[in-house]
Protein backbone atom coordinates (compact mmCIF):
# COMPACT_ATOMS: atom_id res chain seq x y z
CA UNK A 1 0.00 0.00 0.00
CA UNK A 2 2.77 2.56 0.80
CA UNK A 3 4.67 1.38 -2.40
CA UNK A 4 1.25 2.38 -4.16
CA UNK A 5 1.18 5.99 -2.60
CA UNK A 6 4.34 6.14 -3.34
CA UNK A 7 4.16 5.53 -6.68
CA UNK A 8 1.30 8.15 -7.28
CA UNK A 9 3.48 10.55 -5.55
CA UNK A 10 6.18 10.47 -7.65
CA UNK A 11 3.66 10.28 -10.67
CA UNK A 12 2.35 13.80 -9.76
CA UNK A 13 5.90 15.27 -10.17
CA UNK A 14 5.84 13.86 -13.90
CA UNK A 15 5.79 16.24 -16.78
CA UNK A 16 3.06 16.14 -18.68
CA UNK A 17 4.57 16.26 -21.96
CA UNK A 18 7.88 15.10 -21.30
CA UNK A 19 6.56 11.76 -19.30
CA UNK A 20 9.63 12.76 -16.99
CA UNK A 21 10.52 13.96 -13.74
CA UNK A 22 10.19 17.61 -14.27
CA UNK A 23 13.38 19.64 -14.79
CA UNK A 24 13.25 23.66 -14.06
CA UNK A 25 9.59 23.28 -13.12
CA UNK A 26 7.43 26.45 -14.14
CA UNK A 27 3.24 26.63 -13.44
CA UNK A 28 1.03 28.22 -15.90
CA UNK A 29 -2.02 30.12 -14.89
CA UNK A 30 -4.51 27.37 -14.80
CA UNK A 31 -2.23 25.67 -12.23
CA UNK A 32 -0.49 22.64 -14.24
CA UNK A 33 3.19 22.68 -14.30
CA UNK A 34 5.41 21.25 -17.06
CA UNK A 35 8.95 21.46 -17.42
CA UNK A 36 10.00 25.34 -18.83
CA UNK A 37 11.89 23.49 -21.58
CA UNK A 38 8.84 21.17 -22.59
CA UNK A 39 5.96 24.38 -22.17
CA UNK A 40 8.33 26.84 -24.40
CA UNK A 41 8.40 24.44 -27.25
CA UNK A 42 4.60 23.96 -27.08
CA UNK A 43 4.21 27.10 -27.06
CA UNK A 44 6.53 28.07 -29.99
CA UNK A 45 5.02 25.78 -32.10
CA UNK A 46 1.59 27.67 -31.05
CA UNK A 47 3.30 31.19 -31.99
CA UNK A 48 1.52 31.28 -35.41
CA UNK A 49 -1.84 31.42 -33.99
CA UNK A 50 -1.12 33.70 -31.55
CA UNK A 51 -3.11 31.99 -28.69
CA UNK A 52 -1.55 29.33 -25.84
CA UNK A 53 -3.33 27.11 -24.50
CA UNK A 54 -2.53 24.01 -21.47
CA UNK A 55 -1.65 20.95 -22.98
CA UNK A 56 -3.97 19.12 -20.25
CA UNK A 57 -7.23 21.03 -19.88
CA UNK A 58 -6.57 22.89 -23.17
CA UNK A 59 -7.53 26.78 -21.38
CA UNK A 60 -6.05 29.45 -23.71
CA UNK A 61 -4.13 32.44 -22.89
CA UNK A 62 -3.83 35.27 -24.42
CA UNK A 63 -0.97 36.91 -24.43
CA UNK A 64 1.33 34.50 -24.12
CA UNK A 65 2.41 34.16 -19.91
CA UNK A 66 5.76 35.18 -19.27
CA UNK A 67 7.19 32.06 -17.24
CA UNK A 68 9.43 31.89 -13.95
CA UNK A 69 10.38 29.00 -11.94
CA UNK A 70 8.43 27.26 -9.64
CA UNK A 71 11.21 27.29 -6.66
CA UNK A 72 9.07 24.89 -4.31
CA UNK A 73 8.29 22.51 -6.75
CA UNK A 74 11.96 22.93 -8.00
CA UNK A 75 12.91 21.49 -4.15
CA UNK A 76 10.57 18.94 -4.13
CA UNK A 77 11.65 17.35 -7.28
CA UNK A 78 15.30 17.30 -6.21
CA UNK A 79 14.32 16.24 -2.65
CA UNK A 80 12.97 13.29 -4.78
CA UNK A 81 15.71 12.80 -6.70
CA UNK A 82 17.93 12.98 -3.51
CA UNK A 83 16.16 9.78 -2.00
CA UNK A 84 17.15 7.93 -4.95
CA UNK A 85 13.22 7.68 -6.59
CA UNK A 86 12.80 7.79 -10.26
CA UNK A 87 9.35 8.67 -11.79
CA UNK A 88 7.16 5.69 -12.01
CA UNK A 89 6.27 4.23 -15.89
CA UNK A 90 4.26 6.20 -17.61
CA UNK A 91 1.40 3.90 -19.48
CA UNK A 92 2.68 3.97 -22.91
CA UNK A 93 5.66 2.10 -21.55
CA UNK A 94 3.58 -0.26 -20.10
CA UNK A 95 3.03 -3.20 -23.48
CA UNK A 96 -0.93 -2.84 -25.21
CA UNK A 97 -2.39 -5.66 -27.37
CA UNK A 98 -0.17 -4.83 -30.75
CA UNK A 99 3.15 -4.29 -28.78
CA UNK A 100 5.82 -6.92 -27.99
CA UNK A 101 5.77 -7.17 -24.08
CA UNK A 102 9.15 -7.68 -22.20
CA UNK A 103 9.63 -11.65 -21.58
CA UNK A 104 11.17 -10.87 -18.01
CA UNK A 105 8.91 -8.34 -16.25
CA UNK A 106 6.49 -9.74 -14.15
CA UNK A 107 3.36 -8.32 -13.39
CA UNK A 108 2.49 -5.73 -15.83
CA UNK A 109 4.87 -6.09 -18.73
CA UNK A 110 6.50 -3.35 -20.16
CA UNK A 111 7.44 -2.79 -23.97
CA UNK A 112 10.24 -4.74 -25.73
CA UNK A 113 12.74 -2.51 -27.04
CA UNK A 114 14.75 -5.38 -28.80
CA UNK A 115 14.45 -9.32 -29.37
CA UNK A 116 17.21 -11.55 -29.39
CA UNK A 117 17.60 -14.30 -32.19
CA UNK A 118 19.77 -16.55 -29.53
CA UNK A 119 17.55 -16.52 -26.78
CA UNK A 120 14.68 -15.92 -28.60
CA UNK A 121 13.52 -13.44 -26.13
CA UNK A 122 12.26 -10.25 -26.44
CA UNK A 123 13.23 -7.46 -23.62
CA UNK A 124 12.93 -4.37 -22.19
CA UNK A 125 15.72 -1.69 -21.35
CA UNK A 126 15.92 -3.15 -18.20
CA UNK A 127 16.60 -6.71 -18.84
CA UNK A 128 18.25 -6.25 -22.14
CA UNK A 129 20.95 -4.58 -19.84
CA UNK A 130 22.88 -7.36 -19.23
CA UNK A 131 23.07 -8.01 -23.17
CA UNK A 132 25.02 -4.99 -23.21
CA UNK A 133 27.17 -5.07 -19.90
CA UNK A 134 28.17 -9.12 -20.14
CA UNK A 135 30.68 -10.66 -22.61
CA UNK A 136 28.52 -14.07 -22.54
CA UNK A 137 25.98 -12.59 -24.60
CA UNK A 138 27.83 -10.10 -27.30
CA UNK A 139 27.57 -13.12 -29.86
CA UNK A 140 23.85 -12.84 -29.63
CA UNK A 141 21.91 -11.02 -32.31
CA UNK A 142 19.92 -8.32 -31.11
CA UNK A 143 16.82 -7.24 -33.73
CA UNK A 144 13.58 -5.17 -33.34
CA UNK A 145 11.20 -6.43 -31.29
CA UNK A 146 9.33 -9.34 -32.86
CA UNK A 147 6.06 -11.52 -31.92
CA UNK A 148 7.37 -14.09 -34.49
CA UNK A 149 10.36 -15.46 -32.60
CA UNK A 150 8.61 -18.86 -32.38
CA UNK A 151 9.03 -18.85 -36.11
CA UNK A 152 12.65 -19.54 -35.65
CA UNK A 153 12.14 -22.67 -34.63
CA UNK A 154 11.97 -26.18 -36.27
CA UNK A 155 8.96 -27.79 -35.70
CA UNK A 156 10.14 -31.03 -36.28
CA UNK A 157 13.31 -31.28 -33.84
CA UNK A 158 12.71 -28.00 -32.04
CA UNK A 159 15.82 -26.39 -32.73
CA UNK A 160 16.78 -23.10 -33.87
CA UNK A 161 16.61 -22.50 -37.89
CA UNK A 162 19.95 -21.59 -38.92
CA UNK A 163 20.64 -23.26 -42.16
CA UNK A 164 18.31 -22.86 -45.89
CA UNK A 165 16.73 -25.12 -48.04
CA UNK A 166 17.27 -24.14 -51.80
CA UNK A 167 15.80 -26.77 -52.96
CA UNK A 168 12.73 -26.20 -51.11
CA UNK A 169 13.30 -22.32 -50.15
CA UNK A 170 12.67 -22.72 -46.77
CA UNK A 171 14.73 -22.01 -43.59
CA UNK A 172 15.59 -25.30 -41.65
CA UNK A 173 17.65 -26.44 -38.48
CA UNK A 174 21.01 -27.93 -38.48
CA UNK A 175 19.43 -31.52 -37.82
CA UNK A 176 16.83 -31.58 -41.25
CA UNK A 177 19.79 -32.27 -43.70
CA UNK A 178 20.08 -35.27 -41.75
CA UNK A 179 15.86 -36.50 -42.34
CA UNK A 180 13.52 -34.39 -44.22
CA UNK A 181 15.94 -32.60 -46.08
CA UNK A 182 18.23 -35.26 -47.05
CA UNK A 183 20.72 -34.48 -50.24
CA UNK A 184 19.24 -31.16 -50.73
CA UNK A 185 21.16 -27.98 -51.52
CA UNK A 186 21.52 -26.36 -47.86
CA UNK A 187 23.45 -23.20 -47.14
CA UNK A 188 23.94 -21.73 -43.78
CA UNK A 189 20.70 -18.93 -42.98
CA UNK A 190 23.67 -16.47 -43.33
CA UNK A 191 25.09 -17.23 -46.62
CA UNK A 192 21.79 -17.05 -48.55
CA UNK A 193 20.92 -13.99 -46.47
CA UNK A 194 24.07 -12.24 -47.80
CA UNK A 195 23.16 -13.52 -51.28
CA UNK A 196 20.17 -12.10 -51.17
CA UNK A 197 21.26 -9.43 -49.82
CA UNK A 198 23.26 -8.51 -52.79
CA UNK A 199 20.27 -9.24 -54.84
CA UNK A 200 18.00 -7.11 -53.15
CA UNK A 201 20.47 -4.39 -53.00
CA UNK A 202 21.04 -4.55 -57.02
CA UNK A 203 16.86 -4.39 -56.62
CA UNK A 204 16.93 -1.26 -54.55
CA UNK A 205 19.55 0.65 -56.64
CA UNK A 206 17.93 -0.18 -59.46
CA UNK A 207 14.77 0.96 -57.70
CA UNK A 208 16.51 4.21 -55.97
CA UNK A 209 17.42 4.49 -60.25
CA UNK A 210 13.94 4.93 -60.98
CA UNK A 211 13.13 7.02 -57.70
CA UNK A 212 15.60 9.67 -58.94
CA UNK A 213 14.86 9.51 -62.94
CA UNK A 214 11.43 10.13 -61.63
CA UNK A 215 12.14 12.86 -59.09
CA UNK A 216 13.84 13.99 -61.87
CA UNK A 217 10.61 13.92 -64.08
CA UNK A 218 8.58 15.34 -61.37
CA UNK A 219 10.99 18.46 -61.04
CA UNK A 220 10.69 18.66 -65.33
CA UNK A 221 6.89 18.59 -64.86
CA UNK A 222 6.81 21.07 -62.13
CA UNK A 223 9.05 23.42 -63.88
CA UNK A 224 6.23 22.58 -66.78
CA UNK A 225 3.40 23.51 -64.73
CA UNK A 226 5.36 27.18 -63.55
CA UNK A 227 5.56 27.64 -67.05
CA UNK A 228 2.45 26.42 -68.47
CA UNK A 229 1.00 29.02 -65.45
CA UNK A 230 3.29 31.83 -66.07
CA UNK A 231 2.11 31.47 -69.93
CA UNK A 232 -1.50 31.39 -69.88
CA UNK A 233 -1.09 34.52 -67.12
CA UNK A 234 0.60 36.48 -69.46
CA UNK A 235 -1.11 35.50 -72.52
CA UNK A 236 -4.41 36.33 -70.49
CA UNK A 237 -2.90 39.31 -69.35
CA UNK A 238 -2.23 40.39 -72.25
CA UNK A 239 -5.39 39.32 -74.55
CA UNK A 240 -6.90 41.81 -71.81
CA UNK A 241 -5.00 44.53 -72.59
CA UNK A 242 -5.51 43.82 -76.65
CA UNK A 243 -9.10 43.29 -76.12
CA UNK A 244 -9.30 46.52 -73.46
CA UNK A 245 -7.38 48.40 -76.35
CA UNK A 246 -10.31 47.15 -79.37
CA UNK A 247 -12.78 48.54 -76.91
CA UNK A 248 -10.89 51.78 -76.67
CA UNK A 249 -10.84 52.03 -80.53
CA UNK A 250 -14.57 50.95 -80.78
CA UNK A 251 -15.28 53.13 -78.04
CA UNK A 252 -13.36 56.08 -79.67
CA UNK A 253 -14.75 55.69 -83.19
CA UNK A 254 -18.64 55.59 -81.70
CA UNK A 255 -17.36 58.62 -79.55
CA UNK A 256 -16.29 60.51 -82.68
CA UNK A 257 -18.99 59.41 -85.06
CA UNK A 258 -21.53 60.84 -82.43
CA UNK A 259 -19.78 64.12 -82.74
CA UNK A 260 -19.64 63.98 -86.22
CA UNK A 261 -23.68 63.48 -86.53
CA UNK A 262 -24.27 66.19 -83.77
CA UNK A 263 -21.34 68.53 -85.88
CA UNK A 264 -23.47 67.67 -88.99
CA UNK A 265 -26.75 67.68 -87.06
CA UNK A 266 -25.61 71.16 -86.13
CA UNK A 267 -24.42 72.86 -89.35
CA UNK A 268 -27.74 71.11 -91.53
CA UNK A 269 -30.04 72.42 -89.05
CA UNK A 270 -28.53 75.93 -89.06
CA UNK A 271 -28.76 76.40 -92.97
CA UNK A 272 -32.47 75.05 -92.91
CA UNK A 273 -33.20 77.72 -89.96
CA UNK A 274 -31.93 80.27 -91.96
CA UNK A 275 -33.75 79.13 -94.65
CA UNK A 276 -36.62 78.85 -92.87
CA UNK A 277 -36.31 83.01 -91.40
CA UNK A 278 -35.17 84.37 -95.07
CA UNK A 279 -38.48 82.56 -96.02
CA UNK A 280 -40.71 84.09 -92.97
CA UNK A 281 -39.29 87.78 -93.70
CA UNK A 282 -40.56 87.32 -97.99
CA UNK A 283 -44.19 86.22 -96.06
CA UNK A 284 -44.35 89.19 -94.12
CA UNK A 285 -43.16 91.41 -97.03
CA UNK A 286 -45.60 89.19 -99.31
CA UNK A 287 -48.28 90.01 -96.88
CA UNK A 288 -47.67 93.82 -96.89
CA UNK A 289 -47.89 94.04 -100.68
CA UNK A 290 -51.25 92.03 -100.29
CA UNK A 291 -52.60 94.60 -97.89
CA UNK A 292 -51.76 97.74 -100.37
CA UNK A 293 -53.10 95.91 -103.41
CA UNK A 294 -55.95 95.14 -101.34
CA UNK A 295 -56.52 98.65 -99.70
CA UNK A 296 -55.88 99.68 -103.87
CA UNK A 297 -59.13 97.38 -104.91
CA UNK A 298 -61.27 98.96 -102.72
CA UNK A 299 -60.62 102.44 -103.66
CA UNK A 300 -63.96 103.96 -105.39
CA UNK A 301 -62.79 107.30 -106.49
CA UNK A 302 -61.83 105.99 -110.53
CA UNK A 303 -58.86 108.63 -111.39
CA UNK A 304 -57.23 107.47 -107.66
CA UNK A 305 -56.99 104.21 -108.51
CA UNK A 306 -55.36 104.62 -111.98
CA UNK A 307 -53.47 106.93 -110.54
CA UNK A 308 -51.99 104.64 -108.02
CA UNK A 309 -52.13 101.39 -109.87
CA UNK A 310 -48.55 101.79 -111.88
CA UNK A 311 -46.61 102.45 -108.65
CA UNK A 312 -48.93 99.33 -106.95
CA UNK A 313 -48.49 97.21 -109.52
CA UNK A 314 -44.57 97.32 -110.38
CA UNK A 315 -44.46 95.84 -106.42
CA UNK A 316 -46.68 92.62 -107.01
CA UNK A 317 -44.42 90.39 -108.80
CA UNK A 318 -43.20 87.91 -106.22
CA UNK A 319 -39.83 87.73 -105.37
CA UNK A 320 -39.41 84.01 -104.67
CA UNK A 321 -40.57 81.23 -105.99
CA UNK A 322 -39.79 77.96 -104.09
CA UNK A 323 -37.41 75.68 -105.02
CA UNK A 324 -38.15 72.97 -102.24
CA UNK A 325 -38.99 70.15 -103.81
CA UNK A 326 -41.34 67.37 -101.76
CA UNK A 327 -39.31 63.85 -102.14
CA UNK A 328 -38.33 61.21 -99.37
CA UNK A 329 -36.20 62.44 -97.02
CA UNK A 330 -33.66 60.60 -95.77
CA UNK A 331 -31.03 62.05 -93.51
CA UNK A 332 -28.88 59.82 -91.15
CA UNK A 333 -30.24 56.25 -91.46
CA UNK A 334 -26.99 56.01 -93.91
CA UNK A 335 -24.80 56.12 -91.29
CA UNK A 336 -26.64 53.32 -89.32
CA UNK A 337 -26.49 51.23 -91.95
CA UNK A 338 -22.97 51.52 -92.63
CA UNK A 339 -22.43 50.84 -88.94
CA UNK A 340 -24.50 48.19 -89.03
CA UNK A 341 -22.50 46.88 -92.36
CA UNK A 342 -19.50 47.37 -90.05
CA UNK A 343 -20.50 45.48 -87.62
CA UNK A 344 -21.32 42.50 -89.96
CA UNK A 345 -18.23 42.20 -91.47
CA UNK A 346 -16.64 42.36 -87.55
CA UNK A 347 -18.45 39.32 -86.76
CA UNK A 348 -17.65 37.64 -89.82
CA UNK A 349 -13.83 38.09 -89.52
CA UNK A 350 -14.66 37.30 -85.46
CA UNK A 351 -16.03 34.04 -86.34
CA UNK A 352 -13.80 32.96 -88.56
CA UNK A 353 -10.70 33.60 -86.73
CA UNK A 354 -11.88 33.23 -83.35
CA UNK A 355 -12.07 28.96 -84.62
CA UNK A 356 -8.06 29.68 -85.28
CA UNK A 357 -7.14 31.12 -82.38
CA UNK A 358 -9.54 28.64 -80.40
CA UNK A 359 -7.29 25.03 -82.22
CA UNK A 360 -4.31 28.07 -81.11
CA UNK A 361 -5.11 27.49 -77.63
CA UNK A 362 -5.55 23.60 -77.76
CA UNK A 363 -3.05 23.18 -79.63
CA UNK A 364 -0.37 24.49 -76.31
CA UNK A 365 1.98 21.69 -76.03
CA UNK A 366 3.39 20.30 -73.00
CA UNK A 367 6.42 17.87 -71.99
CA UNK A 368 4.51 14.76 -71.70
CA UNK A 369 5.20 10.95 -72.99
CA UNK A 370 4.53 9.98 -76.57
CA UNK A 371 0.60 8.70 -76.19
CA UNK A 372 -0.03 5.74 -76.33
CA UNK A 373 -0.49 3.76 -79.90
CA UNK A 374 -4.73 2.55 -79.83
CA UNK A 375 -5.17 -0.90 -78.78
CA UNK A 376 -5.08 -3.74 -81.26
CA UNK A 377 -7.01 -6.31 -79.30
CA UNK A 378 -10.79 -5.76 -77.48
CA UNK A 379 -8.79 -6.50 -74.08
CA UNK A 380 -6.55 -3.41 -75.20
CA UNK A 381 -9.99 -1.19 -75.58
CA UNK A 382 -11.40 -2.44 -72.46
CA UNK A 383 -8.63 -1.08 -70.41
CA UNK A 384 -9.97 2.22 -71.37
CA UNK A 385 -13.63 0.87 -70.81
CA UNK A 386 -16.00 3.64 -68.57
CA UNK A 387 -19.12 3.94 -67.22
CA UNK A 388 -21.32 6.00 -69.63
CA UNK A 389 -25.20 6.93 -68.73
CA UNK A 390 -27.58 9.12 -70.55
CA UNK A 391 -28.78 12.51 -69.26
CA UNK A 392 -32.45 12.38 -68.52
CA UNK A 393 -32.53 16.02 -69.30
CA UNK A 394 -31.29 16.04 -72.83
CA UNK A 395 -33.48 13.15 -73.84
CA UNK A 396 -35.90 14.11 -76.81
CA UNK A 397 -39.60 13.61 -75.30
CA UNK A 398 -40.15 10.15 -78.05
CA UNK A 399 -37.55 8.32 -76.23
CA UNK A 400 -37.83 6.33 -72.96
CA UNK A 401 -34.47 5.90 -71.01
CA UNK A 402 -34.74 2.08 -69.46
CA UNK A 403 -31.56 0.09 -67.96
CA UNK A 404 -30.77 2.58 -65.22
CA UNK A 405 -30.30 5.20 -67.90
CA UNK A 406 -28.51 3.24 -70.38
CA UNK A 407 -30.86 2.54 -72.96
CA UNK A 408 -33.17 4.72 -75.04
CA UNK A 409 -36.34 3.07 -76.71
CA UNK A 410 -38.25 5.13 -79.78
CA UNK A 411 -42.09 5.08 -78.43
CA UNK A 412 -45.33 6.31 -80.53
CA UNK A 413 -46.55 8.35 -77.84
CA UNK A 414 -44.36 11.38 -75.87
CA UNK A 415 -43.28 10.73 -72.71
CA UNK A 416 -43.61 12.66 -69.90
CA UNK A 417 -40.40 14.73 -68.60
CA UNK A 418 -40.26 18.16 -66.97
CA UNK A 419 -38.80 20.90 -68.86
CA UNK A 420 -35.29 21.31 -69.13
CA UNK A 421 -33.30 23.74 -71.81
CA UNK A 422 -30.77 20.98 -72.49
CA UNK A 423 -33.37 18.76 -73.58
CA UNK A 424 -33.10 17.98 -77.29
CA UNK A 425 -36.33 19.45 -78.95
CA UNK A 426 -36.23 18.42 -82.26
CA UNK A 427 -33.67 15.54 -82.98
CA UNK A 428 -34.99 12.08 -81.42
CA UNK A 429 -31.38 11.98 -79.87
CA UNK A 430 -29.66 12.21 -75.70
CA UNK A 431 -26.05 13.05 -74.68
CA UNK A 432 -24.47 10.86 -71.51
CA UNK A 433 -24.12 12.70 -68.07
CA UNK A 434 -20.26 12.06 -68.73
CA UNK A 435 -17.58 14.71 -69.83
CA UNK A 436 -15.14 12.68 -71.95
CA UNK A 437 -11.34 13.98 -72.02
CA UNK A 438 -8.23 11.71 -72.51
CA UNK A 439 -8.88 7.93 -73.26
CA UNK A 440 -12.17 6.41 -73.25
CA UNK A 441 -13.69 3.19 -74.89
CA UNK A 442 -17.38 1.93 -74.54
CA UNK A 443 -19.65 0.04 -76.64
CA UNK A 444 -23.42 0.33 -77.91
CA UNK A 445 -25.91 -2.49 -78.56
CA UNK A 446 -28.48 -1.51 -81.28
CA UNK A 447 -31.56 -3.10 -82.56
CA UNK A 448 -30.61 -4.36 -86.07
CA UNK A 449 -34.05 -2.83 -87.91
CA UNK A 450 -34.24 1.06 -87.99
CA UNK A 451 -31.21 3.79 -87.88
CA UNK A 452 -29.59 4.07 -85.05
CA UNK A 453 -26.58 7.05 -84.78
CA UNK A 454 -23.55 6.34 -82.38
CA UNK A 455 -22.22 9.82 -81.68
CA UNK A 456 -20.07 11.97 -79.78
CA UNK A 457 -20.98 15.58 -79.55
CA UNK A 458 -19.86 19.03 -77.74
CA UNK A 459 -22.41 20.07 -75.18
CA UNK A 460 -23.18 23.35 -76.43
CA UNK A 461 -24.81 21.60 -79.68
CA UNK A 462 -27.85 23.62 -80.28
CA UNK A 463 -30.96 22.02 -78.56
CA UNK A 464 -34.08 23.67 -80.54
CA UNK A 465 -32.63 24.94 -83.57
CA UNK A 466 -32.29 23.70 -87.02
CA UNK A 467 -32.45 19.81 -87.87
CA UNK A 468 -28.67 21.00 -89.17
CA UNK A 469 -28.16 22.57 -86.14
CA UNK A 470 -28.89 20.01 -83.51
CA UNK A 471 -28.94 16.65 -85.02
CA UNK A 472 -25.96 14.82 -84.55
CA UNK A 473 -23.10 14.53 -87.21
CA UNK A 474 -24.91 17.41 -89.00
CA UNK A 475 -23.17 20.39 -88.33
CA UNK A 476 -19.13 21.30 -86.91
CA UNK A 477 -19.96 20.25 -83.24
CA UNK A 478 -20.67 16.56 -83.52
CA UNK A 479 -19.49 13.37 -85.47
CA UNK A 480 -21.69 9.92 -85.94
CA UNK A 481 -21.69 7.04 -87.43
CA UNK A 482 -24.90 5.93 -88.74
CA UNK A 483 -25.81 2.19 -88.87
CA UNK A 484 -28.59 0.54 -90.54
CA UNK A 485 -28.35 -3.24 -90.81
CA UNK A 486 -25.02 -4.09 -92.59
CA UNK A 487 -24.65 -0.33 -93.96
CA UNK A 488 -22.51 2.48 -92.57
CA UNK A 489 -22.24 5.94 -92.54
CA UNK A 490 -19.82 8.78 -91.21
CA UNK A 491 -21.14 12.03 -90.59
CA UNK A 492 -19.83 15.54 -89.35
CA UNK A 493 -20.61 19.05 -90.48
CA UNK A 494 -23.39 17.16 -92.91
CA UNK A 495 -20.99 15.60 -95.14
CA UNK A 496 -21.09 12.10 -95.12
CA UNK A 497 -18.87 9.39 -95.82
CA UNK A 498 -19.83 5.71 -96.95
CA UNK A 499 -17.83 2.78 -95.57
CA UNK A 500 -18.51 -0.87 -95.52
CA UNK A 501 -18.47 -3.41 -92.64
CA UNK A 502 -18.87 -6.62 -91.03
CA UNK A 503 -22.24 -6.59 -90.09
CA UNK A 504 -22.63 -6.43 -86.33
CA UNK A 505 -25.45 -5.47 -83.81
CA UNK A 506 -22.70 -4.08 -81.56
CA UNK A 507 -20.23 -0.80 -81.82
CA UNK A 508 -17.36 0.09 -79.97
CA UNK A 509 -16.16 3.67 -79.64
CA UNK A 510 -12.57 4.21 -79.14
CA UNK A 511 -11.85 8.08 -78.25
CA UNK A 512 -8.28 9.33 -77.78
CA UNK A 513 -9.60 13.35 -76.71
CA UNK A 514 -5.81 14.49 -76.36
CA UNK A 515 -4.72 12.93 -80.13
CA UNK A 516 -7.99 13.71 -82.10
CA UNK A 517 -8.62 10.11 -82.64
CA UNK A 518 -12.22 9.36 -83.06
CA UNK A 519 -12.36 5.46 -83.89
CA UNK A 520 -15.65 2.94 -84.26
CA UNK A 521 -15.27 -0.63 -84.70
CA UNK A 522 -18.11 -3.48 -85.62
CA UNK A 523 -17.76 -5.55 -82.32
CA UNK A 524 -18.19 -9.43 -82.80
CA UNK A 525 -15.36 -12.32 -81.81
CA UNK A 526 -13.81 -9.88 -83.27
CA UNK A 527 -13.11 -6.60 -83.27
CA UNK A 528 -13.30 -4.45 -87.08
CA UNK A 529 -12.43 -1.45 -87.45
CA UNK A 530 -14.83 0.62 -89.72
CA UNK A 531 -13.52 4.26 -89.71
CA UNK A 532 -11.05 6.55 -87.65
CA UNK A 533 -11.44 10.29 -87.70
CA UNK A 534 -8.42 12.09 -86.87
CA UNK A 535 -8.78 15.99 -85.86
CA UNK A 536 -8.77 18.29 -82.80
CA UNK A 537 -11.11 18.96 -80.59
CA UNK A 538 -11.61 21.96 -78.80
CA UNK A 539 -13.92 20.80 -75.90
CA UNK A 540 -14.69 17.95 -73.80
CA UNK A 541 -17.09 15.60 -75.57
CA UNK A 542 -19.86 13.76 -74.22
CA UNK A 543 -21.38 10.57 -75.84
CA UNK A 544 -24.95 10.55 -77.98
CA UNK A 545 -27.69 8.21 -79.53
CA UNK A 546 -29.37 9.13 -82.62
CA UNK A 547 -32.37 6.64 -83.34
CA UNK A 548 -35.28 6.25 -85.40
CA UNK A 549 -38.67 4.74 -86.15
CA UNK A 550 -40.67 3.16 -83.36
CA UNK A 551 -39.36 0.49 -81.44
CA UNK A 552 -35.85 0.83 -82.46
CA UNK A 553 -33.01 1.20 -79.92
CA UNK A 554 -29.72 1.84 -78.26
CA UNK A 555 -27.83 0.69 -74.84
CA UNK A 556 -24.64 1.77 -73.52
CA UNK A 557 -23.04 -1.63 -72.71
CA UNK A 558 -21.35 -2.80 -68.99
CA UNK A 559 -17.96 -3.11 -69.91
CA UNK A 560 -16.92 -4.03 -66.20
Request: aromatic share 6%; proline share 4%.
Amino acid sequence: MAQQESQLDRTKFCCSICLDLLKDPVTIPCGHSYCMSCITNFWDEEDQRRIHSCPQCRESFKPRPVLKKNTMLAALVEQLKKTGLQAAPADHCYAGPEDVACDFCSGRKLKAIKSCLFCLASYCEKHLQPHYDSAAFQKHKLVEPSKNLQENICSRHDEVMKMFCRTDQKCICYLCPVDEHKGHNTVSAAAERAERQRELEVRRQTIQQGIQDREKDVKLLQQEVEAINHSADKTVEDNEKIFSQLIRLIQKRSSDMKQQIRSQQETEVSRVKELQEKLEQEITELKRRDAELKQLSHTEDHNQFLHNYPSVSALSESPHSSSIKTKPLRYFEGVTAAVKELRDKLEDILRDEWTNISLTVSEVDVLLPQPEPEPKSRSGFLKYSCEITLDPNTVNIQLLLSEENRKVTVMDQPQFYSDHPDRFIVSQQVLSRESLTGRHYWEVERSWVGVVCVAVSYKDISRAGELNESSFGLNDKSWALSCYRGRFDVWHNNISTSISGSASSRVGVYLDHRAGVLSFYSVSETMTLLHRIQTTFTQPLHAGVRIYWPGVSAEICKLK
